[in-house]
């Protein structure tokens, strides 16, 4: 069955330290990819999206991910965090052409940001 | 362009009233998505709507549950009989007509409660 794994559910740094998350999903081929954000209270915000093309892709605040399809993976990474970004990480996928659309979510990884 | 809206925010309702939730795509935007956030899970896909047709219901509960996007006005998701395991955060997201990898745009979603 398609699915989508976040290894970790809660993640500490500190900030200003390096940050990565996890994201592995499993399907015969190259789905859509993309890494959410959610704020407490609020909804979803998209960080990034992966397509096709380039592996490495840039997204906004910072945050870059990388395809590695040997590992079938897109992890998250961002090389200083800031208190700011402490909020709730979703990972998803979107399966095949022809799909309605639906996006396959991760169960996400809280990021907590010490002082 | 004022975002994804709805509402209400929050949500309370005692077991077995009705609940209907309300969604406003961006302006321009044809496609409703709605998707269920469970304690402790991550999102998960519930329906997908054009306006007046449902294209895809295969996350929706068989029983109790309906949704709707009429020529004019919101789209609603309408839960009738609640239970307390129908306490969840209900988040809407819209994207313009085509590709179905077009991005989605997330409302803030709203928080039901049953007690």
């Known amino acids: 069955a398609q699915s989508v794994t976040q290894p970790d559910i809660h993640i500490t740094v500190s900030e200003g330290a390096s940050l990565e998350l996890r994201c592995n999903y499993s399907?015969?081929?190259?789905?859509?990819l993309f890494w959410y954000v959610q704020s407490p209270g609020q909804g979803l915000q998209l960080l990034l999206k992966?397509?096709?093309?380039?592996?490495l892709v840039q997204g906004i605040k910072g945050f870059e991910a990388e395809f590695k399809r040997s590992q079938s993976s897109f992890n998250l990474r961002k090389p200083s965090v800031h208190w700011s970004d402490a909020a709730e990480y979703f990972c998803?996928?979107?399966?095949?052409?022809?799909?309605?659309?639906?996006?396959?979510f991760g169960l996400g990884t809280t990021l907590h940001v010490k002082p | 362009n004022a975002g994804v809206m709805q509402n209400p925010r929050h949500l309370v309702r005692r077991r077995g009233q009705e609940a209907r939730l309300r969604c406003s795509p961006m302006k321009g935007h044809s496609h409703v998505y709605w998707y269920r956030q469970l304690p402790e899970e991550g999102l998960k896909f519930m329906v997908y709507?054009?306006?007046?047709?449902?294209?895809?219901e295969s996350g929706m509960p068989k029983e109790r549950f309906s949704a709707e996007f009429p020529k004019e006005g919101p789209s609603i998701l309408r839960i009738q009989q609640v239970v307390r395991g129908d306490s969840a955060a209900y988040f809407c997201?819209?994207?313009?007509?085509?590709?179905?990898?077009?991005?989605?745009?997330f409302g803030p979603g709203t928080r039901l409660t049953v007690l």
């Open positions: 992966y397509f096709s093309g380039d592996t």
């Open positions: 997201a819209s994207s313009p007509p085509g590709r179905s990898n077009n991005e989605q745009f």
């Open positions: 399907y015969g081929a190259t789905p859509y």
């Open positions: 709507l054009q306006k007046e047709n449902i294209i895809d």
């Open positions: 998803a996928v979107l399966y095949g052409s022809g799909n309605t659309g639906k996006r396959i």
